[in-house]
């Protein structure tokens, strides 16, 4: 059965500390989408990044990246150089194509990442 | 540029109560959902619609009614409200196209619903 999880339930750092989030997936489908978002404080959850099944390649967005590795089933959000800014929860979701009629997401738990100053 | 507007914000509702959160998008969407969030849980799908006049259950439906009669409308009823629906629910749409599986869910910013 499909199933994301995000074992770290609370992390705390100090500004400007490096920290990785983690995210583990099942899923049996061959193709399928990993995502991140990011709910702030304020409670909106924005999107941060996509990725399919077919493309390992790592990510970066200036301080963010994304390690996707599908021999270990895991899709990892690092962030270098906290900041206050950056607090939040995060979720990581997963979409695949079979049997999928709405593009549904299924998450994980949640992170949520506090950085003090 | 409003995206996905869902109102209430905030409610309280007394158990039995029913009431409906309204859900609408201006991005001309075919694909709109609704979830919950509930603490350690993540968010998990209650309903969803691929187009006008076509709704569908998610993996926590009971207790809840959808219709979408409209594009850019996608209501959820409380058809008689129980303190386990005390919630933050979220609506969210996408292009709907395919591959769905694709499609970059946009979120509203939730109402957070407390039941009594």
């Known amino acids: 059965a499909q199933k994301v999880t995000q074992a770290q339930t609370e992390i705390s750092v100090v500004e400007k500390e490096d920290v990785t989030l983690d995210c583990v997936y099942e899923t049996r489908d061959t193709t399928y989408y990993l995502f991140w978002y990011k709910q702030p404080p304020s409670g909106e959850l924005v999107f941060l990044i996509r990725?399919?099944?077919?493309?390992?390649q790592n990510e970066i967005s200036g301080r963010y990246s994304w390690n996707f590795q599908k021999s270990t089933s895991s899709f990892n959000f690092t962030i270098t150089a906290s900041q206050v800014v950056d607090s939040a929860v995060y979720f990581c979701?997963?979409?695949?194509?079979?049997?999928?009629?709405?593009?549904?997401?299924?998450f994980g738990q949640g992170t949520e990442l506090s950085v003090k100053p | 540029n409003a995206g996905v507007t869902q109102t209430p914000k905030f409610q309280v509702l007394k158990t039995g109560q029913s009431m409906t959160l309204q859900c609408a998008q201006d991005?001309?969407?075919?694909?709109m959902s609704w979830y919950r969030q509930d603490p350690g849980m993540g968010l998990r799908l209650i309903h969803y619609s691929v187009g006008a006049g076509i709704t569908d259950q998610g993996e926590v439906p009971n207790g809840y009614n959808v219709s979408r009669s409209t594009t850019e409308d996608f209501p959820l009823r409380l058809l008689s409200a129980a303190p386990s629906q005390t919630s933050v629910y979220f609506c969210a749409s996408s292009p709907g196209t395919y591959p769905l599986a694709k499609n970059i869910q946009y979120f509203g910013a939730g109402t957070r619903l407390s039941v009594l």
């Open positions: 991005m001309n969407h075919e694909y």
């Open positions: 990725r399919n099944s077919f493309d390992e």
């Open positions: 979701a997963l979409s695949e194509e079979r049997d999928n009629q709405g593009g549904k997401l299924i």
